[in-house]
Each structure stands twice: as structure tokens, then as C-alpha cells.
């Protein structure tokens, strides 16, 4: 009790490093922390690749992709109907293996997860290599939702996914707490960090669309899954 009366004065940056201490052992979280960052850069990297290849649709940012398909059958644009269907289904086929993959192998589900992504991204740098179109991408999509069963709870914070709306919604309720002194001033930091990792996503994947081409930055995406993987497969035989 004392110590929660005590952080009401402490100055904000300091609260916030407290309730970091909190969190307990550093090798538990950290790692959590990072994974998540990884994975939501990614998520950006993939939406903005997704944004300039597919005609101002993405691959995780399925509110964009509904708004889009909503606008489309207004204006009986078939095609456009389609393809925004199209990802949408497979965003939610992905959301739904990877469901079953977290429920039937919990403990290894982090790696079976990333590999078939890495599988995905592959098949993704092929066929824009031999000029498929749109439909190398729409898989992605699938790898998306799949992605998002990995999300990660640190510090009360749900972070790892691509649902930035909720990161941001998150952010502001817990500012208004932490200015309430009820704490979560980590929460707020981490929902931030979130918000930011998926931007810096966005940044990198639109220059290395621009500068790159779109083959050699699918390509970087699928090294990213496959660096990931190997790290966390190294990461449970060590925990075995």
C-alpha cells in the first residue's frame, strides 16, 4: 500500500519504470516484448507491400479491406468485390488453422505457426517472381491472421497483433489512467511502442517496395520468418 501511495509522486517516466519492475523476471518478458514488436513491424511492413501491390487493399488491416468491399458492391464493381473478398476470407481461414494449431499444440505453437508464414511468404516471392499478380499476395493475408494468434499479453498490454485501432484505443485509456494515478503508465508505453513498431513497419516496407522492388521485399519478409523461427526454436530447446 505504501508503495502504490509513494508512486503517486513519483515523477511520471519513473512510475512507468517502476510498474516495468513489476513485471517480474526480465528473461520472461523480454522476450515477449520483443517478439511482439517483430511481429507487428512486420504486420506493417506486409500492409504497406499489400497497399501499393493490390490497389489500396492490405493484407492485415481488414477494416480498410471491408470498407473497400462494402464501396465495391455498392458500385457492382465485381472485381473489386473479389479480390477484397478474397483477402478477407483468407485472413479469416488463417485466424481460424492458426486457432487450432494455439488449441491442439500450445507448446509448440510459435514455431509451427511462423514456419507455415515462412512457407507462405515463400510461395509469395515466387509468384510475383513469375508475375502472378495479385493472387501471390492474397495468401499473405492467410499468414496474417495466423500471425495474430501470437500475440503476446506484457504488462497488461495485448500487444503483437495487427489491430493498431485497438493499440491506439488501448493507449488513450490507459494515458487517462495513468494521469488518474491508477497506473498501467507500462501499459500506455507498451500500446505506444505497438502503434510505432507498425509504422516503422510501414516506412521500411514502402521503401524497399520503391527501392527494392516488390520480389527482393517479399524476399526480406520471408528471411525475417525464417530468422524469427530459428530464434524461437532455439529458444524452447533451451527452455526443454
Known amino acids: 500500500m505504501e508503495s502504490s501511495k509513494t508512486s503517486q509522486f513519483m515523477h511520471p517516466v519513473a512510475a512507468a519504470a517502476a510498474e516495468f519492475d513489476r513485471f ?41 479491406n471491408s470498407t473497400h468491399f462494402g464501396m465495391s458492391l455498392a458500385g457492382a464493381d465485381w472485381s473489386g468485390v473479389l479480390l477484397a473478398g478474397s483477402i478477407i476470407l483468407m485472413f479469416v481461414v488463417g ?7 494455439g488449441d491442439h499444440f ?3 505453437m510459435a514455431p509451427r505457426i511462423l514456419g507455415i508464414e515462412f512457407v507462405i511468404m515463400l510461395g509469395a516471392v515466387v ?6 499478380g495479385p493472387a501471390a499476395l492474397v495468401p499473405i493475408a492467410g499468414a496474417m491472421g495466423m500471425q495474430n494468434v501470437l500475440h503476446q499479453v506484457v504488462g497488461g498490454a495485448d500487444i503483437g497483433k495487427g489491430f493498431i485501432t485497438g493499440s491506439l484505443f488501448g493507449l488513450g485509456q490507459s494515458l487517462a489512467r495513468f494521469a488518474l ?12 511502442w505497438s502503434w510505432l513498431s507498425f509504422i516503422a513497419g510501414v516506412s521500411t516496407g514502402t521503401l524497399a517496395l520503391q527501392m527494392l522492388g516488390l520480389v527482393v521485399a517479399l524476399g526480406a519478409v520471408a528471411i525475417a520468418f525464417a530468422i524469427m523461427l530459428v530464434l524461437t526454436c532455439v529458444a524452447q530447446s533451451r527452455n526443454n
Open 181 to 192: 494515478r491508477r497506473g498501467q503508465g507500462a501499459t500506455a508505453f507498451q500500446h505506444g
Open 127 to 132: 509468384g510475383a517472381y513469375i508475375g502472378a
Open 106 to 108: 500450445p507448446k509448440s
Open 95 to 101: 485466424t481460424s488453422v492458426g486457432t487450432v494449431i
Open 24 to 64: 517480474g523476471n526480465r528473461r520472461v518478458w523480454l522476450p515477449k516484448f520483443s517478439a511482439a514488436t517483430a511481429l507487428t513491424a512486420l504486420a506493417g511492413f506486409n500492409d504497406a507491400v499489400g497497399y501499393s501491390a493490390l490497389g489500396h487493399l492490405y493484407v492485415s488491416f481488414m477494416s480498410g
